[in-house]
């Protein structure tokens, strides 16, 4: 349950620039509120009306010049696509509410009274609501809609007129100006989840025991998207936006700036990269942890001054080492698995302690392995000159322990 547009007839005591301005900064503010995981329902008896018809002149001109409504379409079914797949909204009710939005969003918010059927079609198909549940709902989610609509179109008419005007100049969003908008999103997002709830409480009284099933699913999915677009709000808050966070990483118009982006996330990358290869790995920690020895061959080639030609022996002997690895922990997964699970779970602390060294057991081999590992890029890596720095490492850790000792002893 995502996006209602407005009905016409809901309007008629409005003046028709009024009628058309609620319109348009609905349409136009939906890209970043439909990201609220909630809907913008509907219209319906307003508490107010649009007293700056200056701005919705503006916005009404501004939506003009945006071209064909089938290329705006194309980039907002592609973006709300990209945003469900990257949060991993990937559940039967997240695709519904996905199709059911792309579906909307196809036809032209000047066409209000189609999406109103598109969208009730839906809902109606899926609930199997019949004709006096389809009329409630309807009913209930315009006026819903219309009061949170209303109640905050103050805040509401200067995003969408700036949205649409950047966008009618084919100048991509910046994080600057999206930390100016979220700021507004909050009590947005909490009115209109308490409508969506209003909504959902009045309808499930009407409903059998199956429609219920399949509402609980969905209400479940619209709370996890909703607090998690919540989490993101605050990062954009805190000026943390990209084009991405939108589903905008292929759109034309934010192309430049999605490269900016992945080459200021590259940099970082790289930076930290550089610091932890600096450091050299804790073996012991990492000897029974497949998935970290390739950062300790890095550190190591680049501690040791290899050459490709040795690097490339050495990512050689790092691969062999991981399919050994590989082959045994798949012959003994399932036993590391119920060792690992019991080490956790048993009742004493005994049946812990016991299990916990049953899992470090059958996890030594991929410690040998590790130790295997380090011994062949000593050996087959390093150029004598190289092993004689190992050597000069080793005999100093041995005085260095035996100075220790001493010490102790005193």
Same mark, same amino acid.
């Given at each position: 349950?995502?996006?209602?547009?407005?009905?016409?007839?809901?309007?008629?005591?409005?003046?028709?620039?009024?009628?058309?301005?609620?319109?348009?900064?609905?349409?136009?503010?939906?890209?970043?509120?439909?990201?609220?995981? /909630?809907?913008?329902?509907?219209?319906?008896?307003?508490?107010?009306?649009?007293?700056?018809?200056?701005?919705?002149?503006?916005?009404?001109?501004?939506?003009?010049?945006?071209?064909?409504?089938?290329?705006?379409?194309?980039? &907002?079914?592609?973006?709300?696509?990209? &945003?469900?797949?990257?949060?991993?909204?990937?559940?039967?009710?997240?695709?519904?509410?996905?199709?059911?939005?792309?579906?909307?969003?196809?036809?032209?918010?000047?066409?209000?009274?189609?999406?109103?059927?598109?969208?009730?079609?839906?809902?109606?198909?899926?609930?199997? /609501?019949?004709?006096?549940?389809?009329?409630?709902?309807?009913?209930?989610?315009?006026?819903?809609?219309?009061?949170?609509?209303?109640?905050?179109?103050?805040?509401?008419?200067?995003?969408?007129?700036?949205?649409?005007?950047?966008?009618?100049?084919?100048?991509?969003?910046?994080?600057?100006?999206?930390?100016?908008?979220?700021?507004?999103?909050?009590?947005?997002?909490?009115?209109?989840?308490?409508?969506?709830?209003?909504?959902?409480?009045?309808?499930?009284?009407?409903?059998?025991?199956?429609?219920?099933?399949?509402?609980?699913?969905?209400?479940?999915?619209?709370?996890?998207?909703?607090?998690?677009?919540?989490?993101?709000?605050?990062?954009?808050?805190?000026?943390?936006?990209?084009?991405?966070?939108?589903?905008?990483?292929?759109?034309?118009?934010?192309?430049?700036?999605?490269?900016?982006?992945?080459? *200021?996330?590259?940099?970082?990358?790289?930076?930290?990269?550089?610091?932890?290869? *600096?450091?050299?790995?804790?073996?012991?920690?990492?000897?029974?942890?497949?998935?970290?020895?390739?950062?300790?061959?890095?550190?190591?080639?680049?501690?040791?001054?290899?050459?490709?030609?040795?690097?490339?022996?050495?990512?050689? &002997?790092?691969?062999?080492?991981?399919?050994?690895?590989?082959?045994?922990?798949?012959?003994?997964?399932?036993?590391?698995?119920?060792?690992?699970?019991?080490?956790?779970?048993?009742?004493?602390?005994?049946?812990? *302690?016991?299990?916990?060294?049953?899992?470090?057991?059958?996890?030594?081999?991929?410690?040998?392995?590790?130790?295997?590992?380090?011994?062949?890029?000593?050996?087959?890596?390093?150029?004598?000159?190289?092993?004689?720095?190992?050597?000069?490492?080793?005999?100093?850790?041995?005085?260095?322990?035996?100075?220790?000792?001493?010490?102790? *002893?005193?």
């Amino acid at each position: 349950m995502f996006e209602m547009p407005v009905n016409n007839t809901d309007w008629r005591r409005f003046h028709p620039d009024r009628r058309m301005g609620v319109r348009v900064v609905r349409r136009f503010v939906a890209p970043a509120l439909a990201l609220l995981s /909630l809907s913008a329902f509907g219209a319906g008896p307003p508490n107010q009306t649009l007293d700056n018809l200056k701005e919705v002149k503006q916005l009404e001109e501004q939506a003009k010049r945006m071209g064909p409504w089938e290329n705006e379409a194309g980039t &907002i079914t592609e973006a709300y696509t990209n &945003i469900f797949a990257k949060n991993g909204w990937d559940s039967e009710p997240d695709r519904f509410s996905l199709d059911l939005i792309n579906q909307v969003s196809r036809i032209d918010p000047w066409h209000p009274a189609q999406r109103e059927e598109v969208f009730f079609n839906g809902l109606q198909v899926r609930y199997g /609501l019949t004709p006096d549940q389809r009329s409630l709902v309807s009913r209930e989610m315009r006026t819903e809609s219309m009061t949170v609509t209303m109640k905050h179109l103050t805040e509401i008419m200067p995003v969408a007129l700036e949205i649409a005007q950047t966008r009618a100049q084919q100048k991509p969003f910046t994080a600057e100006q999206v930390q100016k908008w979220s700021k507004q999103f909050g009590p947005i997002m909490d009115d209109a989840l308490a409508a969506v709830q209003r909504v959902e409480q009045k309808l499930r009284k009407t409903m059998t025991p199956q429609q219920r099933e399949i509402l609980d699913v969905d209400m479940k999915a619209v709370l996890k998207r909703h607090h998690a677009i919540e989490k993101m709000v605050k990062d954009w808050q805190a000026g943390k936006w990209n084009p991405g966070d939108w589903g905008l990483e292929n759109d034309p118009i934010h192309a430049a700036a999605m490269a900016a982006y992945h080459q *200021k996330q590259a940099e970082r990358t790289q930076l930290v990269e550089a610091a932890l290869l *600096k450091k050299k790995p804790d073996l012991n920690a990492i000897s029974s942890d497949e998935s970290a020895w390739e950062r300790y061959v890095k550190w190591f080639c680049n501690y040791y001054k290899c050459d490709q030609r040795q690097r490339g022996m050495a990512a050689t &002997i790092l691969k062999s080492s991981q399919k050994q690895a590989a082959d045994y922990l798949s012959a003994r997964r399932r036993d590391i698995e119920k060792a690992r699970r019991l080490s956790e779970s048993a009742q004493s602390e005994a049946g812990r *302690k016991y299990h916990a060294a049953e899992l470090k057991r059958l996890r030594k081999p991929i410690s040998d392995i590790f130790n295997s590992l380090c011994a062949r890029l000593e050996k087959q890596v390093l150029t004598r000159q190289q092993q004689q720095m190992i050597d000069a490492e080793k005999t100093k850790k041995a005085r260095q322990q035996a100075d220790k000792d001493i010490a102790a *002893k005193k």
